[in-house]
Nanobody, 115 residues
């Protein structure tokens, strides 16, 4: 059974940057598809970015050109580089990994964009 642990959240000013990390403790990291979601209070989680085992990426329209998802297979870490952050992107960010019947979620990390 794999586990995901996010880190890297915190307080940042508008226009600033953060890099979120998601460490995976199970096996088969390189064949999983990985994603970052965010959740606003009272709302459902929304997909921000994803990357599949072949390296193909997806970005929500609202983050294209500003966010970048990547993986380090040797370290079993998924990254989300977030640049030019906006006030409205204050949310809880979650890491997700999926492979056939496997579906893992981390506990999330808070990102607060505030001046």
């Amino acid at each position: 059974q794999g586990q995901l642990v996010e880190s890297g959240g915190g307080l940042v000013q508008p226009g600033g940057s953060l890099r979120l990390s998601c460490a995976y403790s199970g096996s088969g990291f390189s064949v999983f598809s990985w994603g970052w979601y965010r959740q606003y209070p009272g709302m459902q989680r929304e997909l921000v970015a994803s990357i599949d085992s072949g390296g193909s990426t997806y970005y929500a329209d609202s983050v294209k050109g500003r966010f970048s998802i990547s993986t380090d297979n040797a370290k079993k870490i998924v990254y989300l580089q977030m640049n030019s952050l906006k006030l409205e992107e204050t949310a809880f960010y979650y890491c997700h990994g999926s492979l056939t019947s496997y579906d893992y979620w981390g506990r999330g990390t808070q990102v607060t964009v505030s001046s």
